[in-house]
Nanobody, 116 residues
Framework: VSLLESGGGLVQAGGSLTLSCNFS????????LGWYRQSPGKERDLVAI???????TYADSVKGRFTISRDNAKNTIDLQMNSLKPENTAVYYC???????????WGQGTQVTVSS
């Protein structure tokens, strides 16, 4: 499985960005696609995941502002981010995994910077 993120950048607080992760390879071998983020000096945390069965989970801090979706025509997993805050500044990583196992893949990450 190969994952390639795009869409990061600099945005003012209150603005919006859409991250896109293009996936290829044996994506059928995983049951969960999602986005994680990591700020300097902090651990990598879950932002949002989309399971094969269609259910989603969001970090409490992004509920109501971020939306994860999958575009099968484009082979992407997207993260629409609205009402961005400076604390959302981080490197955002795309992830594909078989939940609960060590079988997982990561993208290279894309920087999101929110200015106040």
């Amino acid at each position: 499985v190969s994952l390639l993120e795009s869409g990061g950048g600099l945005v003012q607080a209150g603005g919006s960005l859409t991250l896109s992760c293009n996936f290829s390879g044996a994506i059928f071998t995983v049951d969960t696609l999602g986005w994680y983020r990591q700020s300097p000096g902090k651990e990598r945390d879950l932002v949002a995941i989309l399971r094969k069965v269609g259910t989603t989970t969001y970090a409490d801090s992004v509920k109501g502002r971020f939306t994860i979706s999958r575009d099968n025509a484009k082979n992407t997993i997207d993260l629409q981010m609205n009402s961005l805050k400076p604390e959302n500044t981080a490197v955002y990583y795309c992830n594909a995994q078989q939940w609960g196992t060590s079988y997982e893949f990561w993208g290279q990450g894309t920087q999101v910077t929110v200015s106040s």
